[in-house]
């Protein structure tokens, strides 16, 4: 059969796969049971291959004889410069779960600390820059492009100020969201930006739920975490495990922490930078039982082309990091306003129907939602930009989640996460904007209690 024909019919099957009325379970099923028995006519097709490969993983991951993995062609994000696709495996489903017992899903919305000056940033970027400095610049790429995304009940916020963090958390609050989780800047013993976080720590205020994830990146002047234009750099190693930990611990006896089996939940952006994870994760779990902690239930974040499963590697979980896995191309807008632009455009519903219909893991996984995407902030001319992100197909799709996590996961581990509460250079916003209003908060509380 031709390559071309090849193509199209898979396009073909995949849409008609998509559009079927029927349970993700019985989807799953049926797909292995074509696969299984067509296999002969598909064998050229990367789905096939794909399915093949996933379908070996889950025998060894979950010790059964079959397995079901649902896949649809992928495509690198460009964001970060991460271009190989991410889908694991999935265990074995013999039909539709049973009822799920009591409990509720919370949500954790990721929180961006850089909206106050440091001397760092003064020093790289100009005297008194932050994240704001990126936000009001930014400028239209096409005729009804929505940017600048600009503030609205917060304003230009400095979070320096306990008045701004405290109204934060009343407005997350009062939209559903159980807690934030900061992102941590850590540099072989050199934090930055953690003024919000250690103020939040000291003072027991706001009295709202928190968690940490460590961006073990490095900082480059092309917002990417590569190693071109580095401003600062990781240096990993045993002794830097051990003093990250320890700079961690008045965070981790906050009462406040969010724990999951009774543990602090602590994230790690990019687990493959580390040189051997499941070490790190012993020397932080060693370290916390001497000092009369519990072990921290340490969390593999899904982003730029991350694939293992995190329990090979001594972690307990993984949590997806929508638009990173899969994002599906849109064509440009008709009406450019800027001829120098070399980015691209995304289809937002195509990419949360990815995500949706993602089945299970064989392993504690936490799905996330976005509102929505588009870095033109950062990159003005290479930017990457999802189109038709509006409130009610993310609402869509978190709803989705919140069901999917109240059907496969067991009360202690119904958490879901949102990327993320105010990363505005990359429109990724619950917070009110001028645009919106609190129309994604309102879909925030209403996907969470449907």
């Known amino acids: 059969m031709p390559s071309r024909i090849r193509a199209l019919a898979g396009q073909s099957a995949h849409l008609l796969y998509r559009r079927l009325p029927l ?18 006519f598909l064998k050229h097709s990367a789905n096939y291959q794909q399915w093949l490969i996933q379908t070996a993983a889950t025998r060894t991951a979950t010790g059964q004889a079959s397995g079901h993995a649902a896949h649809l062609p992928l495509l690198g994000t460009g964001l970060g410069g991460a271009d190989s696709p991410l889908i694991g495996p999935i265990p074995h489903t013999s039909g539709i779960p049973s009822a799920p017992e009591a409990g509720p899903v919370r949500l954790i919305a990721f929180y961006l600390p850089q909206y106050h000056p440091i001397p760092e940033n003064d020093r790289w970027w100009g005297k008194g820059f932050t994240e704001w400095t990126n936000v009001t610049k930014a400028m239209p790429n096409f005729v009804g492009h929505y940017q600048p995304r600009l503030p609205a009940d917060l304003g230009f916020y400095d979070l320096r100020l306990p008045e701004v963090r405290e109204e934060q958390a009343t407005l997350a609050r009062h939209y559903g969201i159980y807690g934030f989780c900061y992102y941590y800047y850590w540099f072989a013993g050199k934090r930055l930006l953690n003024r919000p976080l250690d103020e939040v720590v000291q003072s027991g205020r706001p009295d709202f739920p928190f968690c940490v994830c460590w961006a073990n990146e490095n900082w480059s002047r092309r917002w990417d975490g590569l190693d071109t234009e580095i401003l600062i750099a990781q240096k990993h190693s045993d002794d830097d495990d051990l003093n990250f930990i320890k700079a961690l611990e008045p965070a981790l006896r906050d009462r406040r922490y969010i724990r999951i089996h009774g543990r602090p939940l602590l994230l790690v952006y990019q687990p493959s930078l580390l040189p051997n994870a499941a070490r790190t994760a012993e020397i932080w779990r060693r370290h916390c039982r001497q000092a009369g902690l519990v072990e921290p239930y340490v969390t593999a974040v899904q982003s730029l082309g991350f694939t293992e499963n995190p329990l090979g590697f001594g972690f307990d979980a993984a949590v997806e990091f929508p638009p990173h896995a899969t994002a ?38 936490f799905r996330t939602a976005m509102p929505s995407w588009d870095n033109t902030a950062r990159r003005q001319d290479t930017s990457d930009i999802f189109l038709n992100a509006e409130p009610e197909h993310y609402e869509r799709w978190l709803r989705r989640l919140v069901e999917q996590t109240r059907w496969y996961r067991p009360p202690e581990e119904r958490w879901v996460f949102i990327n993320a509460w105010n990363e505005w250079a990359e429109s990724a916003v619950l917070e009110p904007s001028q645009r919106f209003g609190h129309t994604f908060l309102l879909a925030t509380r209403d996907a969470l209690h449907s």
């Open 328 to 365: 599906v191309l849109a064509k440009q807008p008709a009406k450019m306003l800027n001829p120098d632009f070399r980015g691209r455009f995304y289809d937002y519903v195509a990419t949360a129907e990815y995500f949706m219909t993602r089945p299970p893991m064989p392993y504690p996984f």
């Open 23 to 40: 349970p993700l379970p019985a989807k799953w099923r049926m797909k292995s049971f074509l696969y299984r028995h067509l296999g002969m």
